[in-house]
């Protein structure tokens, strides 16, 4: 894919893994239109680059992300839109779900409202020990729609719903008892977690987080015989076949 410009990222390939940066610091990275857009083009380089195997996810500035820039999304003069690539009307839940790489989102500074979408849409999550999280949806009139199928992703529909009525914001620890925080970067060692991605296989990972996505709207009854066939379409592929070969 060619090397795009974008106006609210950075991305960096180092090797086996993508870096994707929000680099909107001055809005405390609040998203608009464009930058859903430009993750999605960010995103679909990675699943079509087989050299890539894991995506990490950054933010610049103090706050990891503020969320939806509300105003950009009600007035589309606030926004630019980016001329090299396609705008459409994706949620930026959608974009993470239809990622299909392991990702990890390396968070620094606080989470608010729609920055859930990424967090709950990341494979891993490693943050400071300081970090705030909040969902302040509910003190502007309205509900964190969106969040809500991301967050019941990790957990019960019981813990999503008083998770979004609670307005105030909560530590990092208990994010992690809540499922969204995997560990702490104090204590995580994240260059020796990365090796672990090295040398697995894009197209077993690609073919396997796919099925995670479809499996939901497979009927209970149906879904080994669902994954079998998906083993048997991976197990022809060319890949498998090799490193069956490889190994002798």
């Not at 560990?183 to 020796?192: I, P, R, T």
Request: glycine share 4%.
């Amino acid at each position: 894919m060619q090397a795009i410009t974008y106006q609210y990222i950075r991305i960096k390939k180092t090797d086996f893994r993508m870096e994707v940066t929000l680099a909107r610091p001055e809005k405390r990275n609040a998203f608009t239109p464009t930058m859903v857009n430009e993750i999605a083009h960010a995103f679909q380089d990675a699943n079509q680059d087989d050299s890539i195997k894991v995506v990490m996810l950054k933010a610049e500035g103090p706050v990891f992300c503020a969320g939806m820039d509300l105003k950009a999304f009600q007035n589309a003069d606030l926004d630019i839109p980016n001329p090299h690539i396609e705008n459409k009307d994706i949620s930026l839940g959608e974009v993470f779900a239809n990622l299909h790489k392991p990702s990890i989102a390396i968070v620094r500074g606080n989470v608010i409202a729609g920055a859930f979408l990424m967090i709950a849409g990341c494979t891993y999550v490693f943050c400071s020990e300081n970090v705030q999280f909040r969902l302040p949806e509910l003190n502007l009139g309205i509900f964190p729609f969106q969040v809500m199928a991301s967050l019941m992703r990790v957990m019960s529909e019981k813990k999503m719903l008083q998770l979004c009525l609670h307005t105030d914001y909560f530590s990092a620890r208990k994010a992690q008892e809540y499922g969204l925080v995997d560990g702490f970067l104090e204590e995580v060692d994240v260059e020796f977690f990365l090796t672990g991605f090295k040398d697995i296989s894009s197209s077993a990972v690609v073919a396997g987080f796919k099925a995670a996505r479809e499996l939901p709207s497979v009927a209970s009854e149906k879904r080994y015989s669902f994954l079998l066939k998906k083993l048997y379409e991976l197990k022809s592929s060319e890949d498998v076949k090799k490193r069956i070969f490889e190994k002798g």
